[in-house]
């Protein structure tokens, strides 16, 4: 009888989509005693916020982001030192377990090797992807939990969330496109607000309405729990909205279909930078 384990050890948004793979597993398979996300400790907050610390198993992997996913950042020598203590930490769990990995890599030979474990099978989006692997693997899936996209329905209020900002500066939303988006959210009937937290510096235009929440998961889990709409730049937001069922509308620089909210893919809610003004057709077909 063995554990099985979803990895969730880089980044926030990686997280918050295999929370949504865990989700949809409705039966275990033969075997199996039990599947739990294994996670870094710099996510402990966010399993907080999405009521996930009993599913969840944290690896004490430091406070941030892994160096071993960011060797551009941190460079080679501190990344591989990384990886190789991760490796060490893996080998506490059990020996017969087995370890589902959202990506395939160098990284993953390395921290899987000596156990049962697997890659996400291809498929056009990351949230098909994760419930194909483990349907794959004998897992009842139910579909509807893990959002079928065509399914969501507009959230409470009146509220259109904008979350302009990113981690990647590339990524972040033009002031010149946020007032744009803000105008046009208007045109439809709802309430934008630029949401910011405590400490960014985001340049905005003049007059826009905004909002500032401390910067923990807890609080923007509850803006948007408590909005109609989201609109926001390619980040953790966009997969937090989905998480808690509230339509997301994704703008980003370049096209990303694969690491789209499965609503944001199934709906088209996504544009590029320059071409915001598909916006209000997409708001009339999906709100």
């Known amino acids: ?19 949504n793979a865990l989700r949809a597993v409705r039966q275990l398979p033969p075997g199996c005693t039990g599947l739990e996300l294994l996670a870094g400790e710099h996510l402990r ?32 020598p501190r990344a591989l030192v990384s990886l190789f203590q991760l490796r060490r930490l893996f080998t506490t769990l059990p020996g017969d377990c087995e370890l589902f990995f ?16 697997s890659s996400y099978v291809a498929a056009p989006n990351i949230y098909q992807a994760g419930t194909a692997t483990l349907r ?14 065509h399914a969501r329905r507009r959230g409470p209020g009146n509220i259109a969330a904008i979350f302009a900002s990113s981690r990647l500066a590339s990524k972040t939303i033009p002031p010149a496109v946020i007032d744009r988006v803000v105008k046009q959210l208007g ?20 007059g826009v309405p ?9 609080a923007v889990s509850a803006a948007i729990a408590a909005s109609a709409l989201v609109v926001s730049s390619d980040s953790v937001p966009t997969h937090l909205a989905e998480y808690l069922g509230i339509p997301t509308y994704v703008l980003t620089p370049v096209p990303n279909e694969y690491w789209l909210p499965i609503s944001a893919f199934l709906t088209r809610g996504w544009s590029l930078f320059p071409d915001e003004r598909t916006l209000p057709a997409w708001l009339d077909g999906n709100l």
């Open 136 to 149: 794959a693997s004998g897992y009842l899936i139910d579909d509807e939990r893990v959002g079928a996209g």
């Open 45 to 76: 907050q966010l399993a907080g916020a999405l009521q996930l610390q009993s599913r969840v198993r944290f690896i004490p992997s430091g406070s941030s982001f892994p160096p071993a996913y960011d060797v551009r950042g941190s460079g080679l």
């Open 1 to 19: 009888m063995r554990p099985s384990f979803i990895i969730a050890i880089k980044a926030f948004g990686d997280f918050v989509i295999a929370a």
């Open 210 to 218: 905004v909002r500032q929440l401390d910067r923990n998961f807890g």
């Open 187 to 206: 045109k439809a009937g709802l309430q934008p607000e630029v949401i910011t937290l405590a400490g960014e510096q985001l340049q905005l235009p003049a």
């Open 102 to 117: 959202p990506q395939s890599g160098w990284r993953e030979s390395v921290l899987g090797r000596g156990f049962r474990h």
